[in-house]
């Protein structure tokens, strides 16, 4: 079950970045700040796919390491790495991504659906696919990405 409909004409923002050699975005509303790419202090139990938490003002911010949650290689994140900290349900975290692209305005209309040959996990994280010039960007829903019982166990 996707997003509520919008009205086929709405334009809504997104950001793209770049991960595992892949285009990929989310909806702008979500994105508190991008930040460069700070040394998380591992924390032991945590779910695999977070690399640990870092200090920001004065709050512990859980970083994902979301190319090996989305099933790619675990990411050894350098300078040029990013962290875009979205708001999931309340909770503050962060995203490790490679690098942030551009901002992409679109309407619901020039979204694609998920194709049917993709596998169940697949479609929970991406909601969508925005063809483009030579590229394909995936739309992920945030909402799969960090289950709230995996949220409150970080």
Not at 71 to 91: Q, S, W
């Amino acid at each position: 079950m996707g997003p509520p409909a919008l009205h086929q004409g709405s334009p809504r923002e997104l950001i793209s970045f770049r991960l595992a050699a892949q285009d990929f975005c989310v909806d702008i509303m979500a994105v508190r700040e991008i930040r460069g790419w700070t040394p998380a202090t591992a924390l032991p139990g945590s779910p695999n796919f977070v690399c640990g938490v870092i200090n920001l003002r004065g709050a512990v911010l859980p970083i994902v390491d979301l190319a090996f949650r989305l099933g790619f290689d675990t990411t050894d994140p350098t300078a040029k790495h990013v962290i875009i900290v979205v708001e999931l349900g309340g909770r503050v975290i962060g995203l490790l991504v490679d690098g942030v692209s551009d901002i992409l305005t679109v309407t619901d209309d020039a979204i694609q659906p998920t194709p049917d040959v993709a596998s169940d996990a697949a479609k929970s994280f991406v909601r969508g696919l925005l063809p483009g010039e030579g590229r394909m960007i995936s739309l992920l829903g945030l909402d799969h990405i960090v289950p709230q019982s995996d949220l409150e166990a970080a």
